[in-house]
């Protein structure tokens, strides 16, 4: 995993790099095997997990993730961004929410296996979490979730006011796309970064592969009713 080694040398100090490298390595084999019984990434080989899964999940340390904060990832699939941010950071305190039973139950047992603590994995729709955890997150992200403006809506909600989403999205998302959407749940685009990640050998494209966060920060607290019902972000747009 030389990309990724080198990408933690940035972030972790030397003596907690073998251990980092070993749950990542674990963590792409338990990957690897469930992927043969159930759908959770169409990504299989072992460079493009750990270029595609791994080293864009933790995109999120550039833009001020610490280990001292708590995190929501909403709609986590196998498990990403979530569980490489809390292989980096052990401290972190980590909401996991997964509406497919057979994928919550994944990071549920690879949580296990990692010997993660402080970890608390949802299996349910967002928009049908407890209302006590309001506003009550550092970070709230989203990688895969939804369109962005439902996305917007399904992650505002759970952050604290003067906390941060972050959307991982395509190059080709503007920040217009959800702005009139966060100033509306009360929030505002603080900054975008934008990042590449390396061509793996599985990937057809000649080139690297262009990414982004969009980081919203929410003013004030979300007007009451949000999120909507299951579905309404998606099908019936606010803005």
Same mark, same amino acid.
């Given at each position: 995993?030389?990309?990724?080694? @080198?990408?933690?040398?940035?972030?972790?100090?030397?003596?907690? /790099?073998? @251990?980092?490298?070993?749950?990542?390595?674990?963590?792409?084999?338990?990957?690897?095997?469930?992927?043969? %019984?159930?759908? /959770?990434?169409?990504?299989?080989? @072992? +460079?493009?997990?750990? =270029?595609?899964?791994?080293?864009?999940?933790?995109?999120?340390?550039?833009?001020?993730?610490? #280990?001292?904060?708590? &995190?929501?990832? =909403? #709609?986590?699939?196998? #498990?990403? $961004?979530?569980? $490489?941010?809390?292989?980096?950071?052990?401290?972190?305190?980590?909401? *996991?929410?997964?509406?497919?039973?057979?994928?919550?139950?994944?990071?549920?047992?690879?949580?296990?296996?990692?010997?993660?603590?402080?970890?608390?994995? !949802?299996?349910?729709?967002?928009? +049908?979490?407890?209302?006590? &955890?309001?506003?009550?997150?550092?970070?709230?992200?989203?990688?895969?979730?939804?369109? $962005?403006?439902?996305?917007?809506?399904?992650?505002? $909600?759970?952050?604290?006011?003067?906390?941060?989403?972050?959307?991982?999205?395509?190059?080709?998302?503007?920040?217009? @796309? =959800?702005?009139? *959407?966060?100033?509306? /749940?009360?929030?505002?685009?603080?900054?975008?970064?934008? !990042?590449?990640?390396?061509?793996?050998?599985?990937?057809?494209?000649?080139?690297?592969?262009?990414?982004? %966060?969009?980081?919203?920060?929410?003013?004030?607290?979300?007007?009451?009713? !949000?999120?909507?019902?299951?579905?309404?972000?998606?099908?019936?747009? %606010?803005?």
């Amino acid at each position: 995993m030389k990309y990724l080694e @080198d990408f933690l040398r940035k972030h972790l100090p030397a003596p907690s /790099l073998g @251990d980092a490298l070993e749950k990542f390595r674990i963590l792409r084999e338990v990957l690897k095997k469930r992927n043969e %019984i159930m759908n /959770l990434t169409a990504v299989s080989d @072992d +460079e493009g997990i750990e =270029i595609r899964h791994f080293m864009d999940s933790l995109a999120a340390l550039d833009v001020g993730v610490k #280990g001292s904060d708590s &995190l929501m990832d =909403i #709609g986590s699939g196998g #498990g990403f $961004p979530a569980l $490489p941010l809390k292989i980096v950071l052990s401290q972190l305190g980590l909401a *996991v929410v997964e509406a497919t039973f057979k994928k919550a139950a994944f990071i549920e047992d690879t949580v296990r296996a990692l010997g993660l603590d402080g970890v608390k994995v !949802y299996g349910s729709r967002s928009e +049908e979490l407890p209302q006590t &955890l309001l506003g009550s997150f550092d970070w709230v992200c989203a990688r895969a979730l939804s369109k $962005p403006p439902a996305a917007v809506e399904l992650m505002l $909600p759970w952050a604290k006011v003067s906390g941060h989403c972050l959307l991982y999205a395509a190059s080709s998302v503007k920040p217009d @796309d =959800i702005a009139a *959407v966060c100033a509306a /749940l009360g929030g505002e685009i603080s900054s975008v970064m934008d !990042y590449k990640l390396p061509r793996s050998a599985s990937d057809p494209s000649p080139e690297e592969v262009v990414r982004k %966060i969009i980081v919203v920060k929410k003013m004030r607290v979300t007007p009451p009713g !949000y999120p909507r019902r299951a579905g309404l972000a998606a099908k019936n747009p %606010i803005v």
